[in-house]
């Protein structure tokens, strides 16, 4: 089976702080994505990547940018955290040219 | 990528048919309709997706109109499990291209 693999299921960061959250998936998929999702606004995609050290940039991707040394691991970070960050991130990925995309459990982060 | 609309909730009874619909009137022919479902609290999962033949697995059947214009999702024996946000998503497949989900529609399936 497909796992992708979040680092935390629940965080808990102070204001202004430097956040990283970490996904690893074991399938070696070419793409992988970082979402938000809030009450009401849906899943929102934050980056996605197709290959290493290559990312792009999806529909919010303001207060967060994204590294991808390995192929198997996507890392989102909050250079600032900030409390209207305040959300659920769910990681994805993907083989490249499929979109059947397998998620993670998701990082219930909470910023304070 | 084209858009998808759907309503935004439905319900159905448990044991009978659950028929959600999308429409993607400005779907392109190298598009395909993805539908994924989320259950509360997990991540979405992957249910099935189409070009313009129906599909069945077994999970559901997708049906896609013949002017590809809209499709529906449908569970054939719904069951409490299936309470879920269902996602319709319109896609090319390939490389470099988002992942974009709307709102959804939110089933819910009584007793």
């Known amino acids: 089976d497909v796992k992708v693999t979040q680092s935390s299921r629940y965080l808990v960061k102070r204001t202004g702080e430097k956040v990283f959250l970490e996904c690893v998936q074991d399938?070696?998929?070419?793409?992988m994505f970082w979402y938000r999702q809030d009450p009401g606004l849906g899943l929102r995609l934050i980056y996605f990547?197709?290959?290493?050290?290559?990312?792009e940039k999806g529909d919010i991707p303001e207060g967060y940018s994204v590294s991808r040394e390995k192929k198997e691991r996507f890392s989102l970070i909050l250079e600032s955290a900030s409390t209207n960050q305040t959300s659920m991130y769910l990681c994805?990925?993907?083989?490249?040219?499929?979109?059947?995309?397998?998620f993670g459990q998701g990082t219930r982060l909470t910023v304070v | 990528d084209a858009k998808t609309t759907q309503p935004p909730s439905m319900d159905c009874a448990e044991g009978r048919a659950a028929n959600l619909p999308c429409n993607h009137s400005t779907i392109s022919g190298n598009e395909y309709v993805y539908w994924y479902r989320q259950i509360h609290s997990q991540g979405p999962q992957y249910i099935i997706h189409g070009l313009k033949n129906n599909e069945t697995n077994e999970m559901a059947s997708l049906i896609i109109t013949e002017d590809r214009k809209s499709s529906t999702l449908i569970l054939p024996h719904a069951t409490l499990r299936d309470t879920a946000v269902y996602y319709c998503i319109v896609k090319k497949t390939g490389a470099n291209s988002k992942l974009t989900f709307g709102k959804g529609i939110t089933l819910s399936v009584r007793p």
């Open positions: 990547s197709y290959d290493v050290k290559m990312k």
């Open positions: 994805a990925s993907s083989l490249l040219v499929k979109t059947e995309a397998f």
């Open positions: 399938m070696d998929h070419e793409n």
